[in-house]
């Protein structure tokens, strides 16, 4: 089975190609298997009074140190960087949960309802750069992976409604299988889906989102002053907390202080 993995750290060319020809790609190893765990028990507590139905909570790391360190994970904001450039910002945090014994999630791209992102151009433009990041081993399907369609960023036309409808399979559909500390990195145009999961415990993945800086936030409306006076500068500045120029975005805007 053909497996668009890639080392740690920096964004090679070959990074670079591979992302452009499928959309995504995984680093292992990014997390320890206690980093995880630890990540894992994290979840659990914040989605406990919720009903135990697929879903997702924002801004978790204003309060858990264990998801803060993940904002701007060095074996990963690399390769954000070399994507994205000097300038971008942490768009939101999702941590998600997907309960035991759950069927397939419907086929989507990531972006705005407000305005989709496939009308801006094509292709369609790469505004949402999503690291999710596997709390549990996803080694073989059925686990509650990832399932995406290698490629699909650059299609001209929509996955067929009477798949997306009927939440049914595809023949090019890849499912990521990967152990738990490992990140996927995906282009917000890859059509993609929750896969089943089969296990008697509950999935959790935590998701960083990363925009050019002048995106709405999706996860906030506003920064916690208490987050920010404790953080670091770097996160304070991918919060989006940086000092605005003679004109927003424009001369003047300092890259970020990686």
Known sequence: MLEPVVAKGQLTETDRFIFESWGYFVIPNVLSKEEAAEAYDVSQRLHESRDREFGQIGRTYESEPAL?????????????????????????????????????????????????????????????????YLLTDQTVPGMGNMELIPGSHRSRVPLPDSIRQSKGDIGIGHVI??????????????????????????????????????????????????????????????????????????????????
Request: net charge negative; with cysteine.
């Open 68 to 132: 803060e360190r993940l904002i701007d994970h060095p074996d990963v904001l690399p390769k954000v960087q070399g994507l994205l450039g000097d300038r971008f910002v942490l768009q939101a945090g999702w941590n998600t949960m997907q309960p035991a014994h759950a069927g397939n999630g419907g086929w989507h791209q990531d972006g705005s309802s407000a305005f989709d992102f496939k009308d801006l151009g094509y292709p369609v433009p790469l505004i949402q750069l999503r690291v999710s």
């Open 177 to 258: 299988c990967a152990e738990a500390g490992s990140a996927l990195v995906f282009h917000n145009g890859v059509w993609h889906r929750t896969f089943r999961h089969d296990g008697d415990y509950d999935r959790f993945t935590t998701h960083y989102v990363y925009s050019p800086p002048w995106v709405r936030a999706a996860d906030r409306f506003g920064n916690d002053p208490e987050f920010l006076e404790r953080t670091t500068p770097l996160r304070r500045a991918l919060m989006g907390e940086f000092a605005r120029p003679d004109a927003p975005f424009g001369a003047n805007y300092e890259p970020l202080p990686i």
